[in-house]
Structures are given as structure tokens and as C-alpha cells.
């Protein structure tokens, strides 16, 4: 069941994928050329040689337009809009399957990163599509949420009620915002997201429908610092009757001895394929596995992403689909 005037199901078929191509050398550093090659492999997963959705990468100047040209050839058309960095699940506008589009406020991840181009890149790339973008005002990122296309939809308390967010509207408020502006007629409050994500927590590092009332969650790993969160989402999860299906943690994750939010939860549903991060952890290749016992429709690829993690995210983040 899938109501138009919703946000449909990720696994509901795309015309096409938005992906956000690394473009700043002075936030990216050494890692801009290697993040480069992971989100260009990352297009031709979910191009899938032609079987799977139109890609679109967007550039934010010239210089990175060449370099996604060069990097990808024919397997993505490349445009050019400016933006502050390549997290278009979270700047980009959220489609609806009648075909409209919401655009919410962005203030850079509650104030944290305030980069010009970042709150109107949605705007600007659904006009680019003829798509009129209603502009909605208070604070969403695509990212804080994720629905099963029957009008459930999960997200995060730490993300959605934090007060550098929207400090004046209620969790009872939140809930109707999302009911008028997205079509969700049923939340799933979920408590903490990971460790040291500064996104402040989003769903998407953390639980994914892969079904109607069903949801995946990690399973802790030996010595996972995450372990108290999985445990008090699969609670809360549980109590609210959803399915339970659990993919592998990769566990502790370090970069310059800190914890990085490194997840497989973060995986892209495209047409063809799905698409896990991977990290060099001794679960990659049994998370692979188990995602792809959730889609057998679909190809399972698992990929590094190693490098487009050093800002933050991984593959969902930096992708936003356009409902067929």
C-alpha cells in the first residue's frame, strides 16, 4: 500500500538518483580524490549498466563537474549547482509519489556546519526538474527519517527533539509536521543514533525498513560502542510491533584514534542494486550478505566507503531519489 501524496518506500521504483559529487578541496583534503572514486563507483553500482535508475551527479563548480565527467563517462548525466558539501538526503527536496516535492529549512545540522548553497540546493535542483518544491518551515533533514511507504516512518528523539533543531515545536507538533507535510500517519520513535555522528543521530546510520512494518537493525559486534543504543532500539521497536530483522555492526571503527559512526545501515536501495558501505571489518562480508537476504530482487553490491566517511556519511547521505 502506498499513499501518493507520501514520501513512497526507497525500494519503490526510482526515475532517478540525485548523488552528491565531492567538490571542495578545502573540506575534503587528502581524502577529495579517493571520496571522489568511491561516489563514482558507488553511480555505476546504481546505474547498474544501464538496468538500474538515471544517476545524476551534482558538482558544485566547473573543476568538480570535469572531474565527475572524467571519473563516470556516459554512466551519469552531471550538473552544476552550488552547495556548501555533498549531502543531498539531507539538503536536497523530499519527493512525493504524486510527484510534488517538500523542501525544509537547513541549519547545517543544527548550526554545526552553516556552508552557502546548502539550504537552497533542493529548491534549486527540483526546478531544475520542472518539480514545484512546497517550502516547509521548520528543520528536516532527509536523513533524520525513514518511512515504509504505508505511512509509518522511524526516526531518532536525539535528532528530531533536539533543541538545535526546532526548540519551539513539541514531539506532538513534530508528529503533525510530519503527518501534513510528508503524508506519515504513524511514528516510531527510536532514542539515541550513534556515536559521534554529528548529524545528532540520524535514523538512517541506524535502521532502515527494508518491508512493509519491517525494520533492520545492526546486531552489536565484539567491543561495539554502540551497543547500548542497538539494544534500546530494538526495545522500542519491538514494543511497537514492528518486525525485527538484524544486520551485522562492522563494530569499533577508528580514524586518528576516534570512533567514527561507521555503519552498513547506510546502504542506497536503487532499482537494480543495493549498494552497503563497506569499511575493511572483519562483518563486511557477512552484512553484505545480509542485506542481500532482504532484497532478492536485487543485486547486493558492498563497496568502500572508507574516505566519503572522513565527512561524515556514507552512501544513503549522499544520495536522494526521485520517485518513478
Known amino acids: 500500500m502506498t499513499t501518493k501524496s507520501m514520501q513512497p518506500a526507497e525500494w519503490a521504483r526510482h526515475e532517478a538518483v540525485w548523488i552528491g559529487f565531492p567538490s571542495h578541496g578545502e573540506l575534503w583534503l587528502e581524502d577529495l580524490e579517493p571520496a571522489r572514486a568511491e561516489v563514482t563507483a558507488f553511480a555505476r553500482a546504481v546505474h547498474a549498466g544501464g538496468t538500474g535508475e538515471r544517476v545524476i551527479l551534482v558538482a558544485a563548480d566547473d573543476e568538480a563537474a570535469a572531474a565527475a565527467q572524467a571519473m563516470a563517462g ?101 508528529e503533525t509536521r510530519l503527518r501534513e507535510d510528508l503524508g506519515f500517519t504513524r511514528v516510531l520513535w527510536l532514542g539515541d543514533g550513534l556515536i559521534n555522528d554529528h548529524t545528532d543521530g540520524h535514523v538512517d546510520n541506524l535502521a532502515r525498513f527494508v518491508g512493509e512494518n519491517r525494520l533492520a537493525l545492526p546486531e552489536a559486534a565484539e567491543n561495539d560502542p554502540n551497543w547500548q543504543v542497538f539494544q534500546l532500539a530494538q526495545h522500542r521497536a519491538a514494543a511497537a510491533g514492528v518486525e525485527i530483522v538484524t544486520i551485522p555492526s562492522p563494530g569499533r571503527i577508528l580514524r586518528d584514534e576516534e570512533i567514527v559512526p561507521a555503519s552498513y545501515m547506510n546502504f542506497y536501495i536503487g532499482n537494480a542494486a543495493v549498494v552497503v558501505p563497506l569499511y575493511g571489518a572483519p562483518n563486511d562480508a557477512a552484512a553484505v550478505a545480509a542485506v542481500a537476504a532482504l532484497f532478492p530482487d536485487r543485486e547486493t553490491v558492498g563497496l568502500r566507503a572508507d574516505h566519503i566517511l572522513t565527512g561524515g556519511g556514507s552512501f544513503h547521505c549522499i544520495s536522494q531519489q526521485i520517485p518513478a
Open 74 to 174: 556516459d554512466v551519469a548525466e552531471i550538473v552544476v549547482e552550488p552547495f556548501g558539501d555533498i549531502w543531498l538526503r539531507d539538503t536536497a527536496a523530499i519527493l512525493l509519489g504524486d510527484g510534488s516535492a517538500r523542501d525544509f529549512r537547513f541549519n547545517g545540522w543544527g548550526g554545526k556546519y552553516d556552508l552557502p548553497g546548502d539550504d537552497d540546493i533542493g529548491l534549486r535542483l527540483a526546478e531544475r526538474r520542472q518539480i514545484v518544491a512546497q517550502r516547509c518551515d521548520w528543520v528536516l533533514e532527509g536523513g533524520a527519517i525513514d518511512g515504509d511507504g504505508t505511512g509509518l516512518v522511524v526516526t531518532t528523539e536525539q535528532c528530531l527533539l533536539n533543541h538545535n533543531r526546532n526548540p519551539g515545536l513539541s514531539r506532538a507538533e513534530i
